[in-house]
């Protein structure tokens, strides 16, 4: 995780100690780096060279929604399998057009959601 290290026995996040934040927010909580989130989503974007290709973040793995918002900054697509994940990627500025619905057993009501979105 290229932006969490420690420094003078400390973990940190960046440039922000994780201690600050537990003090701040109380624990347990999750903590997140953007840097890391963008090193990590080019590296992988850059692997793929010239070859044709989209990347899709799988929701289920984190609908955190500054983390989507990250991710769609970035140019993301999403794989979703519900009605509500559908309503976090558009809730963080996703677009349908961008999005994979997959899995089985959906609702009529998600499926109409998800086609006029």
């Known amino acids: 995780m290229d932006h969490f290290g420690y420094r003078q026995d400390r973990l940190y996040a960046e440039e922000v100690p994780l201690s600050a934040i537990a003090e701040r927010v109380g624990t347990p909580c999750y903590v997140y ?3 890391t989130l963008e090193r990590h989503y080019r590296v992988f974007d850059e692997a793929f060279g010239e070859w044709p290709h989209h990347i899709c973040f ?3 793995a984190n609908g955190n929604l500054a983390v989507l ?8 697509g ?3 399998v519900s009605g509500g994940e559908l309503a976090r990627v558009l809730a963080a500025g996703g677009r349908a057009s961008d999005v994979v619905f ?9 499926i109409a959601k998800a086609l006029t979105a």
Request: glycine share 12%.
């Open 69 to 76: 918002q990250v991710l769609e900054r970035l140019g993301a």
């Open 102 to 110: 997959s899995g089985v057993g959906k609702s009529s009501d998600e």
């Open 33 to 35: 780096s953007r840097a």
């Open 78 to 80: 999403f794989d979703i």
């Open 58 to 60: 799988a929701v289920k």
